[in-house]
């Protein structure tokens, strides 16, 4: 069973980057036609998707995002990394990491982590 | 890329069927997700590639499509099927997903 755990500072100031970690157990981090998928969703409101990267290391971005955004691949530790830079209140959300198979839907998520920003 | 269209709330009697539509012009250009969301809780898939169900999915969710609008049928609802639904596309113009507005599912 394919198991997600996001890990990271649950308060950032405005102007700071996120960081966050998402350790994969259970499913080999490369190797297979995966990608691995970081997404995010303020208090009541809907799913945003940030970003993607293949187990080759290539990436793809939400155009919105994309100028702030990072995401790699740690094989040492076998985790997903997020990097989001000049951090607004209006990123403060839920943060998921996810699986998504060759199929293009999200078919194992992590528990999300809830990532405010605030002065 | 905006966000794929679904209504608001779907209230359904137990037992009864809730319909949840989502429309959106990547609907009609590729495969469409839909996700179950209950409180507190983080997303799971129930349809994958329009109509395909996932393995432990109960049989009384089903998907189809019909042009840029896909359709989530929960056919008997149960009370523990209550929560936000959210579809899914992929908007190969921008090379990124589309989620829908959500859809919140109230069993009476």
């Known amino acids: 069973q394919v198991k997600l755990q996001e890990s990271g500072p649950g308060l950032l100031k405005p102007s700071q980057t996120l960081a966050l970690s998402c350790s994969v157990s259970?499913?080999?981090?490369?190797?297979?036609?995966?990608?691995w998928s970081w997404l995010r969703q303020p208090a009541g409101k809907g799913l945003e998707w940030i970003g993607r990267?293949?187990?080759?290391?290539?990436?793809n971005y939400s155009p919105s995002l994309e100028s702030r955004v990072s995401i790699y691949l740690d094989m040492s530790k076998k985790e997903v990394s997020l990097k989001l830079s000049s951090v607004t209140a209006a990123d403060t959300a839920v943060y998921y990491c996810?699986?998504?198979?060759?199929?293009?839907?999200?078919?194992?998520w992590g528990r999300g982590i809830l990532v405010t920003v605030s002065s | 890329s905006s966000d794929l269209t679904q209504p608001p709330s779907v209230s359904v009697s137990p037992g009864q069927t809730a319909t949840i539509t989502c429309s959106g012009n990547?609907?009609?250009?590729?495969?469409a997700s839909w996700y179950q969301q209950r409180p507190g809780q983080s997303p799971e898939m129930v349809i994958y590639?329009?109509?395909q169900r996932p393995s432990g999915i109960p049989g009384r969710f089903s998907g189809s499509k019909s042009g840029n609008t896909a359709t989530l049928t929960i056919t008997g609802t149960q009370a523990m099927d209550e929560g936000d639904y959210f579809c899914?596309?992929?908007?190969?113009?921008?090379?990124?997903?589309?989620f829908g507005t959500g859809t919140k599912v109230t069993v009476l």
């Open positions: 899914q596309a992929w908007d190969s113009d921008t090379v990124s997903f589309v």
């Open positions: 990267i293949y187990t080759s290391g290539n990436t």
């Open positions: 996810a699986r998504e198979a060759p199929t293009r839907a999200h078919d194992f």
């Open positions: 590639q329009d109509n």
């Open positions: 990547e609907v009609g250009k590729t495969f």
């Open positions: 259970g499913a080999p981090l490369t190797g297979g036609a995966y990608y």
